[in-house]
């Protein structure tokens, strides 16, 4: 008898053993089975391991769910489903939002070749009048007096550059007539560009991006703007109807600019010094009114491919990739030659002493001088009435051009960053 119950511990404890896991609570059970010899104790044995098991077991999974740790023991944290689906969408929202301008605008030429309808009664509506009017006066409205007034001490390289936008660059365009394309409104729509004043916000942004004197640039940029409501009709009638054989109205041009760019201007800097709070909340939120100002501008391509789009697609893709490369290289010739002039005006005026060959002055005048608006060359489209062609062929080239322009200037300005970031570290050092 006393062997039987010898056997039955040892069965029970080598059960025990092998069905619980080693922990640090084992020796107490081996006491308590050698200490209370019953059928009812010796029974419950492994009873009572399972129920220590997972009374173990539980916490130890919820340990491995919310603190893992590495082979190094370093914990480990783990990101939630909603977090790690939401991980691509800040690189996707920083893209849009640094080149929101170029995707606006491809943005409603595409719009305006899938569905010309809404385009269409859009134009019905006068609705592109409207959105160049917001365009200035969001212009007027973001424009600092004391940034205009920062500039004077550079004002050599300002006049320099408003003579090279609005008297030289329209020189350009009888050089472009020379080009022979079917349709002729992208040729004559690039040599209307050429005589445009200077873009209205991505001068002066990539101004200030590239280090560059940001209140010289929005000088020129405003006071060019200005002066080429005067002398944009002039230009046209000189450098562009002769060499197409159409006469324009010049007088009701010039009237006509001014209600729909110089009154909005004027408009939106009267309502910005009149209403203190006002200056103070567009200055905040500059972006915002930058975005609300590229989305104004990108009803105009909508509306002009939605109304031509049937002649666009009988247009044969490799003349619109001429007319994009025209204007690529009317860009290029551009910056060339402010670069060169700027360099030439350092040498004979002083050399290293000279206001042009301050790196800020130069850097301002090459990208403000170098662009060309659309806006502007929208609203005097709209005013031709389709004197010189159709109005959306005259208008693609330059949305083309007006994206180009920006983002080869982009490329230069990246281009320019690194070397004034390791010239200012050796400087430091």
Not at 39 to 56: V, Y
Not at 399 to 406: C, S, T
């Amino acid at each position: 008898m006393y062997s039987a119950l010898c056997t039955i511990p040892m069965a029970g404890t080598l059960q025990t053993l092998i069905l619980t896991p080693p922990t640090t609570k084992t020796p107490s059970l081996r006491h308590r089975s050698r200490h209370f010899p019953s059928n009812r104790a010796l029974f419950h044995i492994p009873s009572i391991t399972f129920n220590r098991d997972r009374s173990f077991r539980r916490p130890i999974t919820a340990l491995d769910r919310s603190d893992q740790r590495d082979g190094n023991g370093d914990k480990v944290d783990r990101v939630s489903g909603s977090a790690s689906g939401l991980s691509w969408a800040k690189p996707l929202l920083n893209f849009v939002s640094k080149n929101f301008l170029p995707l606006a605008l491809v943005g409603g030429v595409l719009l305006g070749l899938a569905n010309p309808g809404l385009g269409c009664l859009a134009d019905r509506y006068y609705l592109s009048k409207f959105s160049t009017f917001g365009i200035f006066i969001i212009s007027g409205l973001t424009l600092r007096s004391g940034d205009i007034g920062a500039a004077a001490e550079a004002w050599p390289v300002g006049v320099f550059g408003l003579v090279s936008i609005l008297m030289i660059s329209p020189y350009f365009s009888r050089a472009i007539l020379q080009m022979q394309l079917h349709p002729q409104e992208f040729v004559t729509g690039l040599a209307m560009f050429s005589c445009m004043p200077t873009t209205l916000s991505s001068g002066v942004a990539l101004t200030h991006l590239a280090g560059g004197n940001s209140a010289l640039a929005l000088a020129m940029t405003v006071i060019s703007n200005m002066l080429g409501i005067l002398i944009i009709p002039f230009s046209i009638s000189k450098f562009i109807a002769d060499g197409v054989g159409v006469s324009v109205p010049t007088e009701q041009l010039f009237r006509s600019l001014i209600l729909t760019l110089l009154v909005p201007l004027i408009l939106g800097k009267v309502l910005r010094e009149s209403f203190k709070g006002l200056g103070d909340f567009v200055d905040r939120n500059r972006k915002l009114f930058s975005k609300l100002s590229a989305l104004f501008l990108s009803l105009v391509p909508w509306i002009q491919v939605s109304r031509s789009r049937s002649l666009l697609l009988r247009v044969k893709p490799a003349v619109f990739l001429v007319a994009i490369g025209m204007g690529a290289l009317l860009h290029i010739i551009l910056f060339a030659f402010n670069a060169l002039a700027i360099k030439s005006l350092s040498a004979v005026s002083g050399g290293d002493k000279s206001i042009f060959s301050k790196r800020e002055n130069a850097s301002a005048l090459v990208l403000v001088a170098s662009q060309k608006t659309l806006p502007v060359m929208v609203a005097v489209v709209e005013q031709l009435g389709g004197a010189f062609g159709e109005s959306g062929l005259l208008v693609l080239p330059c949305v083309a051009a007006h994206l180009n322009q920006i983002i080869m200037d982009s490329f230069l300005v990246g281009f320019w960053l690194p070397k004034d970031l390791s010239s200012s570290n050796a400087k430091v050092n």
